[in-house]
């Protein structure tokens, strides 16, 4: 099983990049609520927002609150985080990560026990 994320790379603030984290392995992603994260050099990881498996809830955090939109795909084995009007505030690795049985709010705020994927980099800078 494996999360892979996708769509990272260098915007100019204000810009816009759409992340994609690719499941494999998994019987089918219906069950599991799966969120975006995201870590800075020496910060903590913070979770961005998460999408619920049980009715499609979502949490996002204040700081991005307006400008991401996290949606997913079960019949892909996909979600996306769609992000808008970057911010140099902004860059940093992008995780994604799931786990079971678990509201949106509870997944991004207490990530223990969560399966992780390797990342890609998000870069705002002029």
């Known amino acids: 099983v494996q999360l892979v994320e996708s769509g990272g790379g260098l915007v100019q603030p204000g810009g816009s990049l759409r992340l994609s984290c690719a499941a494999s392995?998994?019987?089918?992603?219906?069950?599991?609520?799966i969120g975006w994260f995201r870590q800075a050099p020496g910060k903590e990881r913070e979770g961005v927002s998460c999408i619920s498996a049980i009715d499609g809830s979502t949490y996002y955090a204040n700081s991005v609150e307006g400008r991401f939109t996290i949606s997913r795909d079960n019949a892909n084995s996909t979600v996306y985080l769609q992000m808008n009007r970057l911010e140099p505030d902004d860059t940093a690795v992008y995780y994604c990560?799931?786990?079971?049985?678990?509201?949106?709010?509870?997944?991004?705020?207490?990530?223990?026990?969560?399966?992780w994927g390797q990342g890609t980099q998000v870069t705002v800078s002029s």
């Open positions: 990560a799931l786990r079971a049985i678990t509201t949106a709010q509870q997944l991004c705020t207490k990530y223990s026990g969560a399966f």
């Open positions: 392995g998994f019987t089918t992603l219906n069950h599991y609520t």
